[in-house]
């Protein structure tokens, strides 16, 4: 595919730039999937301290503007290595 592309005389950012959104996608969707998993998992761990009254060691985090800044953070890190996965795989066969 890439070989095609630089056959018909696309430039190196018009084949990167695919792969990039993909890459991008990819990260950003495996780090939502990972961050309902953590959170999931966290608040029936914090239950069940809790119950057992052992809840003095874990205060569970309910502030919802740190909630939204953790997932934020957390999403952006997965887009961009996501992104840079992409472009350091497509950098080594646009050498060929």
Avoid: H
């Avoid at 953070?73 to 996501?82: D, K």
């Amino acid at each position: 595919e890439i070989g095609i592309m630089k056959y018909l005389g696309a430039s190196n950012w018009f084949i990167r730039f695919p792969f990039l959104l993909q890459g991008m996608l990819i990260g950003w969707f495996g780090t939502l999937v990972s961050v309902a998993a953590v959170g999931f998992s966290y608040y029936q761990l914090a239950a069940a301290l809790q119950r057992a009254s052992l809840g003095f060691f874990l205060q569970p985090v309910t502030d919802a503007g740190r909630i939204l800044a953790i997932l934020g953070g957390l999403l952006l890190m997965g887009t961009v290595m996501g992104g840079m996965g992409a472009l350091i795989s497509v950098r080594k066969f646009l050498r060929v």
